[in-house]
């Protein structure tokens, strides 16, 4: 049982470059979210997913796009990097198809955008 | 809409207690409560709902004030392995599934 993992672990992007994180699940979650965490900011929802198929916008949207074909995986893609997308991204996901659950964190990817 | 948490970092020695605080603007439906190692992904501690209990894990416990919009975590005669940065998630009544996080309260606990 692995849990949740994402790949890749550290990422460098140009500004402009497009790129997709990866985020697969084990345990059957129906709800798998997305965060991206800046220094003295805590954990920002940037979008999330209820189940497959199904997926919605959290708090900062802009410039990230998901999928959820399957209920193991979501992918985020990052469509025209910025600098501003530099942060450690989180996938997490839970039993059940909303946040009241626990959540199951991934190690995190550590993206620098230059 | 973030809740607020403080204090924003303590040090405390080891044994010692500490009491840790999320406020929230908006009338909550659960508060969730993470410990964050560096480097490393959160992990859980506990969720408190809305018309629940106080809960307790060990010598960490917590409470919510459903009025207040308020929760407190409390690590009553903390250890080394307490340290970290805590984190609480809101779910703010009719969220539609979304958790909004505190900035965090890092916890220094020294020998």
């Known amino acids: 049982n692995a849990g949740v993992t994402q790949t890749p672990k550290f990422q460098v992007l140009k500004t402009g470059q497009s790129m997709t994180l990866q985020c697969a699940q084990d345990?059957?979650?129906?709800?798998m979210s997305w965060y991206r965490q800046d220094p003295g900011m805590g954990l920002r929802l940037i979008h999330y997913?209820?189940?497959?198929?199904?997926?919605d916008q959290g708090e900062v949207p802009n410039g990230y796009n998901v999928s959820r074909s399957t209920t193991e995986d979501f992918p985020l893609r990052l469509l025209s990097a910025a600098p501003s997308q530099t942060s450690v991204y989180f996938c997490?996901?839970?039993?059940?198809?909303?946040?009241?659950?626990?959540?199951?964190f991934g190690p995190g990817t550590r993206l620098l955008v230059l | 809409q973030q809740p607020v948490q403080s204090p924003q970092a303590v040090i405390l020695r080891e044994g010692e207690d500490a009491v840790i605080n999320c406020s929230s603007s908006?009338?909550?439906?659960?508060v969730h409560w993470y410990r964050q190692k560096h480097g490393e992904a959160p992990v859980f501690l506990m969720i408190?709902?809305?018309g629940g209990e106080q809960k307790g894990h060990e010598k960490i416990s917590a409470s919510f004030n459903e009025k207040k919009q308020q929760s407190s975590l409390y690590l009553t005669a903390s250890q080394l392995s307490y340290s970290g940065t805590y984190f609480c998630?809101?779910?703010?009544?009719?969220?539609?599934?979304?958790?909004?996080w505190g900035a965090g309260t890092k916890l220094i606990i020294k020998p």
């Open positions: 997490a996901s839970s039993y059940g198809g909303r946040a009241q659950e626990t959540q199951y």
């Open positions: 345990m059957n979650h129906e709800y």
């Open positions: 997913s209820v189940g497959a198929g199904i997926t």
């Open positions: 908006k009338a909550l439906y659960s």
């Open positions: 408190l709902l809305k």
């Open positions: 998630g809101t779910e703010i009544s009719n969220s539609n599934y979304q958790l909004i």
